[in-house]
């Protein structure tokens, strides 16, 4: 029983000490932070194309008629 659990230790251990899946979180946390910032970002631009549009079709009218 002693041995096992000690093997269990030491493998435990050894998984801690192992680093590969520190870089694919780090990946993951600037991926959801840079989709963060576009759809906050993406409002501010929708809000503006569709002032822009506004503002076009209230002078096409205006020349129009």
Do not use: P
């Not at 192992?18 to 780090?26: A, C, H, R, V």
């Not at 993951?28 to 503002?55: E, R």
């Amino acid at each position: 029983m002693q041995a096992r659990l000690m093997n269990l230790y030491f493998t435990l251990q050894n998984m801690m000490r192992q680093e590969e899946g520190q870089d694919l979180i780090e990946y993951a946390l600037v991926v959801a932070l840079i989709a963060l910032a576009a759809t906050a970002g993406m409002n501010t631009v929708a809000a503006d194309i569709n002032i822009a549009f506004t503002n076009i079709g209230t002078k096409l009218t205006t020349y129009t008629s």
